[in-house]
């Protein structure tokens, strides 16, 4: 048996071992359990060659089972002795299909998640640092609607520039919830590119802890907060790449759109360490202090 280098027992996976949130990806293999600790036995993928591995699974917050994976019953069972959450995902953390309810074995980061949600001038307080992050800089407003007016009217202002940038014809941002394929080829590819970089942020929310209804801009959904954090990479990902991907449809019309958008957020979440971006944000929010004063401002 091998047991790989690096701190979080992989060396290079999807997510280099420099993370230091303590999750890995893992695809084309079976997780199970051999002398009581948790072995991977793979075909081989990404940088990792084919063979069988073990996990130290103590200092492993999370597994995040991606496809061509099977799990065994006595892996789920040291996986919860030990506090070890168990995602399973589409390749590169762009699909969120099972998330057990099992939660990390720590409640400090949701206990302030839920008590600046419920102090009214704090979760204002919050959705202005994310607006803040998003737009480059405080807006001085204070009124929700109103920072929602500023965003709207900056993402009008962006897909047009996008649109002329690719030659592409645009109308307007359209989404029918009830007919989500029936829009234009550039609004489904703004659904297709928002609905993967939703599946990471909701994989980086389960990995802190943080409490997924409880949203600051967002507020009905059920997957509120899970919705704030992706849409802070909508200027300078989701969007962007959507818009690329819908010239390059033009110019291949074979190409199978939200297969190549899926790939593209993957490959940007895994060499642009997205994922763990996300999870340095959620933090910064609920458990560090980054210099905004809101007394201040």
């Known amino acids: 048996m091998s047991i ?52 130290p699974h103590q200092s492993i917050s999370t597994v995040i089972l991606g496809p061509g994976t099977t799990i065994s019953h006595d892996a789920l069972r040291i996986a919860n002795v030990n506090s070890t959450q168990i995602l399973i995902t589409g390749s590169g ?14 409640s400090k980061l949701a206990r302030s998640h839920a008590t600046q949600w419920a102090d009214i001038n704090q979760r204002l ?10 737009l480059g800089e405080i807006v001085p ?31 307007r941002r359209e989404y029918d919830r009830s007919n989500p394929t029936s829009s234009d080829d550039p609004n489904l590819a703004i659904n297709h590119a928002a609905t993967a970089m939703y599946a990471a942020s909701t994989i980086a929310t389960y990995i802190v802890g943080a409490i997924t209804q409880l949203g600051f801009i967002h507020e009905a959904s059920g997957d509120a907060f899970c919705l704030d954090i992706a849409d802070l ?23 199978n759109i939200e297969r190549h958008i899926r790939k593209e957020i993957g490959r940007q979440i895994t060499t642009k360490g997205l994922m763990d971006d996300m999870i340095n944000k959620i933090k910064e929010l609920f458990d560090g202090d980054d210099g905004f004063d809101n007394n201040k401002r």
């Not at 790449?241 to 074979?254: G, H, L, S, T």
Request: charge should be positive; hydrophobic fraction near 40%; charged fraction near 25%.
């Open 4 to 55: 790989l280098p690096g701190r979080l027992g992989l060396d290079t996976v999807r997510i280099p071992h420099s993370s230091r949130h303590g999750y890995i990806f893992l695809e084309k293999g079976s997780l199970s359990v051999e002398s009581g600790s948790l072995t991977f036995s793979t075909a081989g993928f990404a940088d990792l060659p084919a063979g069988l591995y073990e996990l």
């Open 125 to 134: 307080h919050i959705a202005r640092r994310m607006y803040a992050w998003r």
């Open 233 to 255: 990479y909508r200027d300078k990902v989701t969007v962007p790449i959507a818009f690329a991907a819908v010239r390059k449809m033009n110019d291949d019309p074979e190409l």
């Open 141 to 171: 407003a204070r009124d929700l609607d109103i920072l929602r007016g500023i965003e709207g009217s900056r993402m009008k202002a962006m897909y047009k520039l996008l649109a002329d940038k690719h030659g592409i014809k645009w109308e």
């Open 93 to 106: 953390g762009v699909r969120i299909y099972c998330a057990p309810p099992l939660m990390p074995d720590r």
